[in-house]
């Protein structure tokens, strides 16, 4: 079994277009940390909801030591302080954040890791689902924001949306 630390930001965008169990099929069972839960769970929303009615996949975990905590530049939020901490205490097998300062920091830190569209393409390659695109769509039309760069980038590992 993968141990896989999943951030904020990836679960509320597959969860906004109801895509949130690729992960289950991708990795079994996930974990997050309790700062990650609590930055979802803020609201009583979609997204907080689908995450609780998901418990029996996704797992909450306390950090061991909230002193690590302070070692972390200020410029990141406690759910990607936590997810880096957890990762390390856990030797995570794979961590999941798309923010650009927390990834900097978890490549620093060497730690194992790919973002929601990583995880979408890879999903794809292992026939998990048939494509990335159309999910990504739904995800922008809930406002989750990619750059051009980013998305022809994806059409070029995918083959999806290029001219023939």
């Known amino acids: 079994m993968h141990k896989v630390v999943v951030n904020t930001t990836p679960i509320i965008a597959l969860a906004k277009c109801h895509e949130l169990d690729v992960l289950r099929r991708m990795y079994g069972k996930i974990v997050i940390p309790q700062a990650v839960y ?17 418990r029996t996949w996704i797992s909450v975990k306390k950090i061991q030591d909230a002193k690590d905590k302070a070692l972390y530049r200020t410029r990141l939020h406690d759910g990607e302080v936590e ?3 957890l990762a390390q205490e856990i030797n995570a097998d794979i961590v999941i ?6 990834r900097s920091t978890a490549e620093y830190l060497k730690l194992p890791l790919t973002g929601t569209l990583g995880v979408l393409i890879k999903a794809k390659q292992q026939g998990i689902i048939d494509e990335v695109m159309p999910i990504i769509d739904k995800m922008q039309n809930e406002n989750i924001y990619f750059s051009d760069r980013l998305l022809d980038l994806v059409r070029r ?8």
């Open 83 to 85: 997810v880096m901490i």
């Open 38 to 54: 609590d930055e979802i769970c803020v609201r009583d929303d979609i997204v907080s909801r689908i995450v609780n009615d998901s």
């Open 157 to 164: 590992k995918t083959g999806e949306g290029l001219s023939r």
């Open 97 to 102: 954040i798309d923010d650009l300062s927390a």
